[in-house]
T-cell receptor, first 114, second 114 residues
Framework: AQSVTQLGSHVSVSEGALVLLRCNYSSSVPPYLFWYVQYPNQGLQLLLKYTSAATLVKGINGFEAEFKKSETSFHLTKPSAHMSDAAEYFCAVRPNQAGTALIFGKGTTLSVSS | DTGVSQNPRHKITKRGQNVTFRCDPISEHNRLYWYRQTLGQGPEFLTYFQNEAQLEKSRLLSDRFSAERPKGSFSTLEIQRTEQGDSAMYLC????????????FGEGSRLTVL
């Protein structure tokens, strides 16, 4: 079964520092991959998605992620953290069958200090 | 507001009572998904519909849980004889496109079972 593993349940950075949130997937074929963000008391919002086109994917709010097949990774980065980036981030994989539900990782909480 | 709508947003009930949650998806979306999210975990898939047909159910969906989407529009998730372990956030999502798998989430319905 396909799955995603998010390394680090909690990441803390200073404002202006690089943000790196790690995600590794397990799949025998390149899957569709997603990053979602969840702010307190809100629903999940799509940050970006990889659907087998360009391996470097740019998303909203300055985030981007790079699909690396050799490392089975899809890490999320942002060059300079902002206080408003503090939230929970989820990596998700879509199994190869069309229409099936996304499988989510356990999430990484990002804290940003001034 | 044309996003996914869920109600009630919060529900507190006593163990053994029945509860029902409603989800109104984005109007042109034909796929609808239910997930459950507990503290410190990512969303866990429960079930999904294409139009009115329930196409997949997770093993997490015990016989006390039932979901319907009678006319292919809104959906309900009913939990009978609630247990304390049912306390969670119940998330609904809809999708316009089976191929990319991108999901649009509502803000969730939080259930507390006393």
């Amino acid at each position: 079964a396909q799955s995603v593993t998010q390394l680090g349940s909690h990441v803390s950075v200073s404002e202006g520092a690089l943000v790196l949130l790690r995600c590794n997937y397990s799949s025998s074929v390149p899957p569709y991959l997603f990053w979602y963000v969840q702010y307190p008391n809100q629903g999940l919002q799509l940050l970006l998605k990889y659907t087998s086109a360009a391996t470097l994917v740019k998303g909203i709010n300055g985030f981007e992620a790079e699909f690396k097949k050799s490392e089975t990774s899809f890490h999320l980065t942002k060059p300079s953290a902002h206080m408003s980036d503090a939230a929970e981030y989820f990596c998700a994989v879509r199994p190869n069958q069309a229409g099936t539900a996304l499988i989510f990782g356990k999430g990484t909480t990002l804290s940003v200090s001034s | 507001d044309t996003g996914v709508s869920q109600n009630p947003r919060h529900k507190i009930t006593k163990r053994g009572q029945n509860v029902t949650f409603r989800c109104d998806p984005i109007s042109e979306h034909n796929r609808l998904y239910w997930y459950r999210q507990t503290l410190g975990q990512g969303p866990e898939f429960l079930t999904y519909f294409q139009n009115e047909a329930q196409l997949e159910k997770s093993r997490l969906l015990s016989d006390r849980f039932s979901a319907e989407r009678p006319k292919g529009s809104f959906s309900t998730l009913e939990i009978q004889r609630t247990e304390q372990g049912d306390s969670a956030m119940y998330l609904c999502a809809s999708s316009p496109d089976a191929n990319t798998g991108e999901l649009f989430f509502g803000e969730g319905s939080r259930l507390t079972v006393l």
